[in-house]
């Protein structure tokens, strides 16, 4: 049995059966995918009609299994006893329920790497509740940091729980248990919780904290929350807004006089909170006077740490963003962010289009040696789709 390996990147010889799931699992799949693993995701047969996320589910095969029946469950264990990792997003407890849980898998396959993704963790009090990216982030003290002063805190997205403290982490787990199975022959289990994972990504601001220099409490009084003038968003004449992060002396003093504003700013009392409001009313008054674009032509050879705040539309235009790649269009002409980090010597290849449910379903089963005949019986009985 031959499972064809990926094109191009640093993991070529690794494979991966990814158990379908959303958000955080399927991001982590993807990046493993875009670094060159092989990835056959198994999908639901209910889940035929469905249509694939043209961007989170690129770079891999897909099979459609009722994993619930014997037959499936079967299926599932042939693709295991050829792959590296076996990714899945379950509840905890679902995987063990489906008799496709640790002890049975590495039966099957010793060195097999278990990456389990949640969002309250494996075990715990709240590891059965149900939840999304937003009551994880809240959960880990996180939320709870974002926003202004007085107002309500504002959810960043789902960056922070199901990707960066979920699928990344996961990713991250995935390759450290991999170099580790390779080197003893040991497979183990990953419990990727997004509540731990959103708290990791805090480590700076606790440590800011642990010296006194952070609220734990309050948000928006912190130095990258927005209670600094010189780290914030401003508004220009047309409507749009620049980001400014100009932390450092010789940042904040090319900042002032690029605006124009010398007489108007002591840049000698930057950190003094005293001097913030009125500071804050002169960076607005005069960002409001000219288009974002002008700032955009006026800061743009000179380190102030001014930018554009761009749309996702106006990113993939950008002069910078282009000359790099950092978006790229696949066959349909859909456009993706490109595959990061970048190899000088194993690069990635570029993302193809997602399939549609089920639709290698026939090939993957030949690979794992079933017969004509078998195939057709298991479409007949609604395992394979």
């Keep these: ?135 994880y982030i809240a959960q880990a003290g996180v939320l709870n940091s974002i926003g202004r002063p007085g107002d309500r805190p504002v959810p960043p997205l789902n960056l922070v729980g199901d990707f960066g403290g979920g699928g990344m982490l996961l990713a991250v787990g995935v390759l450290a248990a991999v170099h580790h199975a390779r080197r003893t022959g040991e497979g183990q289990e990953i419990d990727a919780a997004m509540i731990d994972g959103a708290a990791l990504l805090m480590a700076m601001p606790y440590g800011y904290a642990a010296r006194g220099d952070w609220s734990m409490t309050e948000r928006g009084t912190n130095r990258f929350d927005g209670s600094l003038p010189y780290y914030d968003t401003y508004e220009c004449a047309d409507g749009r807004f620049v980001a400014v992060g100009a932390l450092e002396p010789v940042f904040f003093r090319a900042l002032v006089e690029k605006l124009g504003v010398t007489d108007q700013v002591d840049v000698d009392r930057q950190s003094d909170p005293a001097a913030h409001p009125g500071l804050r009313a002169v960076f607005a008054k005069a960002f409001a006077s000219a288009t974002r674009e002008e700032w955009t032509r006026r800061f743009n050879n000179l380190d102030a740490c001014v930018t554009p705040v761009l749309s996702m539309a106006e990113a993939q235009d950008d002069a910078h963003v282009r000359a790099r790649g950092t978006f790229v269009a696949d066959d349909a002409g859909v456009i993706h962010p490109a595959p990061a980090p970048r190899f000088s010597l194993t690069p990635s290849a570029m993302p193809t289009a997602p399939p549609l449910v089920g639709a290698n379903t026939d090939e993957v089963l030949a690979e794992l040696d079933y017969t004509p005949a078998e195939v057709a019986a298991l479409r007949r009985e609604g395992v394979v789709a």
């Design 1 to 135: 049995m031959s499972i064809p390996r990926a094109a191009a990147g640093p993991l070529t010889d690794v494979r991966v059966v990814e158990l379908g799931g959303i958000g955080p699992s399927p991001f982590c799949a993807m990046v493993l995918a875009d670094l060159g693993a092989a990835v056959t995701r198994v999908q639901r047969v209910s889940e035929m009609r469905a249509e694939p996320n043209p961007v989170l589910d690129r770079g891999r095969r897909s099979i459609a299994v009722d994993i619930k029946s014997a037959s499936g469950r079967d299926v599932v264990l042939r693709l295991v006893s050829h792959a590296d990792v076996l990714l899945e997003g379950f509840r905890p407890g679902v995987l063990e329920r489906l008799k496709l849980g640790p002890a049975e898998l590495h039966r099957i396959r010793p060195e097999l790497v278990i990456g389990r993704m949640t969002g309250f963790g494996q075990e715990g009090p709240l590891a059965q509740r149900a939840g999304h990216d937003i009551n």
